[in-house]
């Protein structure tokens, strides 16, 4: 992990069923909101698909996560090479704020900021069901998160179901039962 990729590397929870976490990528701020909005884009950090910008329109999201990184890693067992899900724009405002509904796992809110050359990026995953979906997304947005910020910076991320589960754990261990 670079020190563009984390102001504190681990997401927190800001309330209790509510995860936040920021990383400082390398700029310009058009640049990351295409890497949030555009599917070709989108798809080498996190989830194909087309979204419309504007709010209240459905889309889905389709991970395939073999294909973040090369090796991808170990997949762990009961976890598909393909998972998709509906989505639904809650807001859409370029190039600073996006938010979607995150299938019947939360909502999931983005907000980027200019600073010096680089951009804040600050997700909030909230309305997590229950705790096993918090761990779920926490590892999972940290190591996409973690992606992209190789992406944005021209480098070769870790393995990502390798990282993914090494995130898991220490999520599991820094989240209250």
């Given at each position: 992990?670079?020190?563009?990729?984390?102001?504190?590397?681990?997401?927190?929870?800001?309330?209790?069923?509510?995860?936040?976490?920021?990383?400082?990528?390398?700029?310009?701020?058009?640049?990351?909101?295409?890497?949030?909005?555009?599917?070709?884009?989108?798809?080498?950090?996190?989830?194909?698909?087309?979204?419309?910008?504007?709010?209240?329109?459905?889309?889905?999201?389709?991970?395939?996560?073999d294909e973040l990184t090369d090796p991808p890693?170990?997949?762990?067992?009961?976890?598909?090479?393909?998972?998709?899900?509906?989505?639904?724009?809650?807001?859409?405002?370029?190039?600073?704020?996006?938010?979607?509904?995150?299938?019947?796992?939360?909502?999931?809110?983005?907000?980027?900021?200019?600073?010096?050359?680089?951009?804040?990026?600050?997700?909030?995953?909230?309305?997590?069901?229950?705790?096993?979906?918090?761990?779920?997304?926490?590892?999972?947005?940290?190591?996409?998160?973690?992606?992209?910020?190789?992406?944005?910076?021209?480098?070769?991320?870790?393995?990502?179901?390798?990282?993914?589960?090494?995130?898991?754990?220490?999520?599991?261990?820094?989240?209250?039962?």
């Amino acid at each position: 992990m670079t020190e563009l990729a984390a102001p504190e590397p681990y997401g927190a929870l800001v309330e209790p069923a509510t995860l936040k976490v920021e990383r400082r990528l390398p700029g310009p701020i058009d640049r990351v909101w295409a890497y949030l909005t555009q599917s070709d884009l989108r798809r080498q950090w996190l989830a194909s698909g087309e979204m419309q910008p504007k709010t209240g329109t459905s889309f889905e999201l389709t991970w395939r996560n073999d294909e973040l990184t090369d090796p991808p890693g170990v997949r762990p067992e009961g976890m598909g090479a393909v998972h998709s899900q509906e989505c639904r724009l809650l807001a859409f405002d370029p190039p600073h704020r996006l938010a979607f509904t995150f299938g019947g796992a939360g909502e999931v809110r983005f907000e980027l900021a200019e600073d010096g050359a680089d951009v804040r990026l600050t997700l909030i995953h909230s309305r997590a069901p229950n705790r096993s979906t918090l761990l779920m997304v926490s590892a999972g947005w940290h190591m996409h998160l973690d992606v992209l910020a190789a992406r944005l910076a021209d480098r070769r991320p870790e393995p990502f179901w390798d990282g993914w589960e090494r995130l898991k754990s220490e999520y599991d261990r820094r989240l209250p039962a």
